[in-house]
């Protein structure tokens, strides 16, 4: 089969959900623009977040900051590949380009298509065979294909949390390998799926900005300009408030409690202790940094907490192994 008729019997398969879910992205946008009245609980996570960065030295972005999160780029990642075929189909057809700029917009189409097969791949639970990927995005030669898989790794990474691994056989394949040790290797839920890891790694990067706790209130409101809503079912993450308040919070990734002295009766999400055993400050500040192309030292006064958090990790870990 040839890598056109490869390509068109995914994108014919993904076609229909991603239009779904574009559809949906736009619905959502529209109603996110409604103002809400003040909550008791509401203190604008979005302003503080934009405005917990301190000014470092003068080769690091000084640009203000929002904590980018990965469940609005799900959306946008997966639409895109589509559109970005489309696009290029109709530079074929127009006036041509130069040859720097034709090779460039070439390769890129080959890490739009290698991206779209192996998450094709990983959502079935289908084996990745390196043999495959070569011979689907038709790639000259090892170098090609080591540089096409590199930035397809990289985008993937950013998107949903997990990394591409070689598994060492004599038939080479490539595994997504989550960042946390959710079930069904990120997909949280039994059956087939994307991984959720990117998404959790963001609520776990909103607490941790936010003073280490935030408001269920406030962490909504912040999920709501990401395009995830409460009782709004997403193609990625399924049933939020279900996958948040009940799903993280019983797999021990949250932790769910009563504000005391609260009235009406508030509450907020802090790490849970699965949380703490399998990530840490640093590892959540350089994914959202990386997520949003940014120096994680930008945030000067939590890259300093995260620091504190690795030494005194370190310590305790001493310790432990020195009373055994």
């Known amino acids: 089969m040839s890598l056109e008729e490869n390509n068109l019997r995914i994108e014919e398969e993904h076609q229909e959900t991603l239009q779904t879910s574009s ?3 736009v619905a959502q946008a529209i109603e996110a623009t409604e103002e809400e009245p003040p909550s008791p609980c509401s203190v604008a996570p979005e302003e503080d977040l934009q405005n917990s960065s301190v000014p470092e030295p003068s080769n690091i972005p000084q640009e203000p900051y929002t904590i980018p999160s990965p469940s609005r780029s799900v959306v946008e990642f997966l639409s895109s590949r589509s559109n970005k075929r489309k696009r290029s189909q109709q530079d074929k057809e127009g006036p041509s380009t130069s040859t720097a700029t034709a090779c460039t917009d070439f390769l890129d189409d080959k890490v739009d298509l290698m991206e779209h097969y192996i998450l094709y791949r990983f959502e079935r639970q289908l084996p990745i065979f390196k043999e495959d990927l070569i011979r689907f995005v038709d790639a000259m030669d090892e170098e090609e ?3 096409i898989l590199q930035r397809t790794s990289e985008n993937i990474e950013i998107f949903f949390g997990v990394t591409v ?3 060492d056989t004599d038939n080479i394949q490539y595994e997504l390998v989550s ?3 959710l079930p069904n ?8 799926g994307l991984p959720k890891t990117g998404f959790v790694m963001t609520i776990l990067g909103v607490i941790f900005m936010m003073g280490n706790h935030v408001t269920e209130e406030d962490l909504w409101k912040f999920l709501k300009q990401m ?3 409460p009782g709004k079912r ?3 993450f399924g049933e939020p408030h279900k996958l948040v308040s009940e799903d ?4 021990q990734y949250l932790e769910y409690r009563q504000i005391p002295d609260r009235d009406p009766p508030c509450y907020e999400f802090l790490w849970g202790p699965k949380a703490y055993r399998e990530t840490n400050k640093m590892e959540v500040l350089e994914f959202l940094a990386k997520v949003s192309k940014n120096d994680p030292r930008k945030f000067s006064t939590h890259y300093e907490e995260a620091l504190k958090d690795i030494e005194e990790r370190a310590k305790a870990n001493k310790k432990s192994q020195d009373e055994e």
């Not at 993280?248 to 797999?251: H, S, Y």
């Open 165 to 167: 691994q070689e598994v």
């Open 248 to 251: 993280l919070v019983t797999l």
């Open 227 to 229: 395009h995830v809503r």
């Open 145 to 147: 294909f080591a540089e």
């Open 179 to 181: 960042k946390l040790k």
């Open 234 to 236: 997403h193609y990625v």
């Open 185 to 192: 290797n990120g997909r949280i839920h039994a059956g087939n």
């Open 23 to 25: 559809d949906h992205s």
